[in-house]
């Protein structure tokens, strides 16, 4: 039965906890990159709209403004770049290395039509937003009712 499930789920199926695990412990405190598995750099993005916009904000720490590119086709945006590693110095010996370094791409589709040529972004404080106008015919018109 336990040759069909994940690791992951086993590991819960027998109710041991990991920090139980003399051998999970020790590949996790002292060979920390023997088990860690390569996770990619993925930003958190927030999009909300006003009557004429869209606007998105995404955490960006760590990245640099010239290492950024957006780019809308049809109504998608895509934004991409890359968070550097910092140079390591020779006399320093890392203990624990938990920051994401690496290139990313995410692409969020839009819920209107917007105008592609007038969008604006500002990067400042490591928080990227981005402005994107609404084409008239996307925007919201008030339909009065007649008595």
């Known amino acids: 039965m336990f040759g069909l499930i994940p690791w992951e789920r086993r590991e819960r199926a027998l109710a041991f906890p990991r920090e139980w695990s003399l051998f999970d412990r ?31 904000k995404a955490d960006l720490p760590g990245v640099d403004a010239k290492d950024l590119d957006i780019q809308i086709v049809g109504n998608v945006l895509t934004v991409s770049g890359e968070k550097k590693q910092e140079r390591e110095e020779k006399d320093e010996s890392y203990h624990w290395v938990e920051r994401r370094f690496g290139s990313f791409s995410r692409s969020i589709r839009l819920p ?24 008239e015919s996307a925007k919201p018109k008030k339909i009065p009712v007649k008595r």
């Not at 917007?114 to 990227?128: I, N, S």
Request: without cysteine.
């Open 26 to 56: 020790f590949f996790d405190e002292w060979m920390p990159s023997v088990r860690r598995e390569e996770i990619p750099v993925v930003p958190a993005f927030d999009l909300s709209e006003t009557e004429d916009k869209i606007v998105v």
């Open 112 to 135: 209107v039509e917007v105008k592609a040529d007038e969008v604006e972004a500002v990067y400042k404080d490591g928080v990227l937003r981005i402005e994107i106008p609404k084409v």
